[in-house]
Every structure is written in C-alpha cells, then in structure tokens.
Nanobody, 119 residues
C-alpha cells in the first residue's frame, strides 16, 4: 500500500493550492479517503473526508466553504482544493485511507506534504 501526497508549497494568504494523493496497493474505490493536517506544535486534525463513491463528504468547520475534497477513482487519486488560504492553514497535510466512512483513524497513511501560508 502506498499513498503519495503532492502539491504542497509556499503560498501567500488568500491564495489557493490543490493537493493530490496518489494511491496504490489496494482497491481504491472501496476505501473512504481523508485529509488530515498537523499544524506546527499542535495535534493532528481531520480536514475533510470522502466516501468511496465520492457521494458523501464532510469538512472541518475551519475549512468549510474554502476547501473541496474530491476523488478520481479510475486514477486512484484524491484531491483537496484549498482556497482563501490563511496563515493558520500552515501544516503538514496527510492523506489517509479507511475501509469505513467514519471518524476512525485511517488504515493507511501517506508521508505528508508541507503547506506554508505566509507573505
């Protein structure tokens, strides 16, 4: 199993980023996918999740209205589009895969990608 995030980087406040997570080694469409983040000095937090079919999504209040999670099952990839970025969005972002679409800890994790929002 492999989850590889990409798309992080340095962006100015108000800017946008699109994170991608390429999955392999499991039946991607059967797994709910999620994005977590760990801000500097803080605990990991759930940002967004999406069901295997893509029909169900949910977001943390801190990103609701500014972020969109989506997936491309034929390409085994999940995305997180983030707009109107704020300095407090600075974190390492991780994607996770879980058999169930619930709030449990993912079964598989990526290595993370750094997002820094700063002027």
């Amino acid at each position: 199993v492999q989850l590889v995030e990409s798309g992080g980087g340095l962006v100015q406040p108000g800017g946008s980023l699109r994170l991608s997570c390429a999955a392999s080694g499991f039946v991607f469409s059967r797994y709910a996918m999620s994005w977590y983040r760990r801000p500097p000095g803080k605990e990991r937090e759930l940002v967004a999740r999406i069901s295997g079919s893509g029909g169900l999504t949910s977001y943390a209040e801190s990103v609701k209205g500014r972020s969109t999670i989506s997936r491309d099952n034929p390409k085994n990839t999940v995305f997180l589009q983030m707009n109107s970025l704020k300095p407090e969005d600075t974190a390492v972002y991780y994607c996770g895969a879980r058999w169930f679409y619930d709030l449990g800890i993912p079964d598989y994790w990526g290595q993370g990608t750094q997002v820094t929002v700063s002027s």
